[in-house]
């Protein structure tokens, strides 16, 4: 156990390496590896609004705290964060000092390859009827953090990564199927189960956000009962689908705001909003400010 746990803090100092040194220009780097981001913060931040995509993220020194509804995750150096759907969260890094900065990644999930492992391997099928949140913390293991060292480590032979970076990355995720968590992404990959189901439903909403919402049409859109899709659609996601829906709305509504310059009135209707005031109401809880507030703050923490 003490060897496995040397090599365990060896492999974890050598990634906090890679990421320090392709991090050291900046807090965010997206690398030229399809799918994989660099993180670093040299004080605590948040708590920010957003949408976490299918993916596992990694703290290699420092901790961020993650809120899905009333639950929470802290994934640090000992825990990896896996997200196997498309969800709102309040995301805050709490441990970070400039002599001891926050290093994270974020390496998003390519669903066929997901499937792909699962129909060639011979992973148990998941058990039948459950469904559970998208998210969940797992103990990181030497095997994963190795095979994220050497895909950090393509950064510098970028002529390989074509080649190389796919072998990785299926390695990865092959290693997250047969851990403890493996159960969460075979769920979602496996067409019928009810997990499978949701996730066709929350695709379907960040697809078409901006339209009117009638659960029983996407129900049945998911075959599903109105009572089942809803109980598990709030399992998964720790919300209603039309909680769901208005925090995507927020979020682009945001987004349409600070990138494309549009007002509030103009960018509430272009996500699905019928009355500017209840959109400013919704947007003020929701984010701590009202719309013009919260985008001149945002244009000043960009500036600076």
Known sequence: MHREESSLAAAVAELRKSIARWT???EFHATAIPGLSLFRRDQPAGPISG??????CLAVQGAKRVLLGDDTYIYDSSHY??????????????????EIPYLGLRLKFDQRVISQLIMESTLPQPRAQQSG?????????????????RLTN???????????????????????????????????????SQSHQISRAIDWLKNNFSQPLIINDL?????????????????????????FQKQLRLQEARR????EHL??????FQVGYESPSQFNREYNRHFGAPPLRDITKLRHMTAG
């Open 24 to 26: 050291e220009g900046g």
């Open 51 to 56: 949408i976490y995509e299918p993916s596992i």
């Open 81 to 98: 964060l896996i997200t196997s759907v498309h969800l709102p969260t309040i995301v805050q890094i709490i441990e970070a000092t400039p």
């Open 133 to 149: 949140r998208g998210m969940a913390t797992g103990e990181v293991t030497a095997p994963l953090i190795n095979a994220f060292l």
């Open 154 to 192: 393509l950064l510098a032979e970028e002529q390989d990564i074509p080649i190389l970076a796919p072998i990785i990355h299926r390695e990865i995720i092959y290693r997250l199927l047969v851990g403890n968590q493996g159960e969460r992404l075979r769920q979602i990959a496996s067409a019928g």
């Open 219 to 243: 129900a049945a859109h998911v075959s599903m009962s109105s009572s089942t899709f809803h109980h598990h659609f709030r399992s998964m996601t720790a919300l209603s689908p039309l909680q």
């Open 256 to 259: 349409l705001m600070l990138a």
């Open 263 to 268: 007002d509030a009135a103009n960018a509430a």
